[in-house]
């Protein structure tokens, strides 16, 4: 049994993000090939979010101590809580490392004794340096597009608009801010035959309440509820040109971005900020642009409408990389493989060791 550890306290939601469509995602392949895998989740009982998951298996357990007591391997999912389990336990990084002092020492005692993997290069090296590690002893296993995504049909004929849509979660580190700069740059605001769409995702925070009242207001957007499922926005990019992931990088680094591979499997342009994680996303179809910079997001979007649709050779490529099934079987050799030994251990090693008893000096002996 593989269990993936969600954050305690809080459920699984559906359609909001990459590390809960990474997680479910996992799950789901898993399950497929016949290897017993499950999302645990602590202190909610039934109410955890499985509603919204029919076929993925959900356990929930009342207290984080209670993982003691699960077979096989443990995966905590961005949490990194020092709790005994009955195996070597891992971590998946799907966030970068926080920036308040007071949330550091959690980080780094919590990381110590686990196996660490992080979901891109960028986030390999951005990990290893705040942790003070060997970037060589962080395993790294990509994101991926769920197959549904480079399945889905598009329009057959293209339609008069060039349509962009923002598919990220509102708020702030997502860029939804610099989206709404780029919305009063002369070379998109006076184009008449540029629409833009935003979803939901996010609308559930209050953060995100007050974005959707921003976004609602505005006449150059329009906003779209959350799609929920795999298909239900692999079906709503197909309806796109162009998604935009105009992420924040002043504070926060996007560790990888999912929506990145999702959107090209789909058959769309990518105009990325050239930051974090985002550039190992590109599968053929991404602009890379200066970050936190409206002109340069709508100088992108200009690029891409001059590249024309998204040939088709270039969206069967694009299908070919980041795949769930190269994700899992990633996953599955570093849980085969042996992993470094964690600082902490090294650490009680040497304590022991300077504790252990010195060895009696030697005594001459008299030879007859």
């Not at 795999?230 to 504070?251: G, K, R």
């Not at 990518?270 to 974090?276: I, K, L, R, T």
Request: net charge negative.
């Amino acid at each position: 049994m593989i269990s993936f550890i969600w954050s305690p306290g809080n459920p699984l939601p559906a359609g909001t993000g990459g590390s809960e469509n990474y997680t479910v995602g996992q799950v789901r392949e898993l399950s497929r090939r016949g290897i017993p895998a499950q999302v645990v989740t602590v202190g909610l009982g039934a109410d955890d979010g499985r509603d919204e998951f029919t076929d993925i298996p959900f356990r929930s357990l009342s207290t984080l101590a209670e993982v003691v007591d699960l077979d096989g391997t443990v995966v905590f999912v961005n949490e990194p809580h020092p709790v005994p389990t009955r195996n070597p336990a891992f971590l998946i990084l799907h966030n970068p490392p926080p920036i308040r002092e007071r949330e550091r020492t959690f980080a780094v005692e919590g990381t110590r004794v686990l196996a660490l993997i992080a979901t891109s290069r960028y986030a390999a090296v951005l990990w290893a340096d705040y942790l003070d590690v060997d970037v060589a002893t962080i395993n790294v296993v990509y994101p991926f597009a769920e197959p549904c995504f480079a399945t889905q049909s598009r329009p057959d004929a293209p339609t008069e608009k060039t349509r962009v849509l923002f598919a990220g979660r509102l708020s702030p580190e997502k860029g939804v801010y610099t989206l709404l700069e780029t919305l009063h740059i002369d070379i998109v605001e006076q184009d008449v035959d540029l629409t833009f769409t935003a979803t939901t995702a996010g609308a559930d925070k209050p953060q995100g309440r007050i974005i959707q009242r921003l976004l609602g207001e505005h006449p150059g957007i329009s906003v779209v509820a959350a799609r929920r499922t795999p298909a239900a926005m692999a079906a709503l990019m197909a309806d796109h040109d162009i998604v935009v992931m105009p992420s924040n990088s002043q504070y926060w680094h996007e560790t990888f971005g999912i929506v990145s591979i999702e959107a090209q499997h789909t058959g769309c342009w990518v105009v990325a900020s050239d930051d974090g994680g985002l550039p190992e996303t590109d599968c053929g179809g991404v602009v890379l642009v200066e970050p936190d910079n409206a002109e340069a997001l709508a100088w992108g979007i200009r690029m891409a409408i001059d590249s024309g649709p998204f040939p088709p050779a270039g969206r069967q490529y694009a299908g070919t990389r980041f795949t769930v099934q190269q994700s899992v079987d990633t996953l599955l050799a570093v849980f085969t493989q042996p992993q470094a030994i964690p600082p902490a251990t090294i650490v009680r090693q040497l304590e022991q060791l300077i504790l252990t008893p010195s060895a009696e000096e030697p005594r001459a002996t008299s030879v007859w």
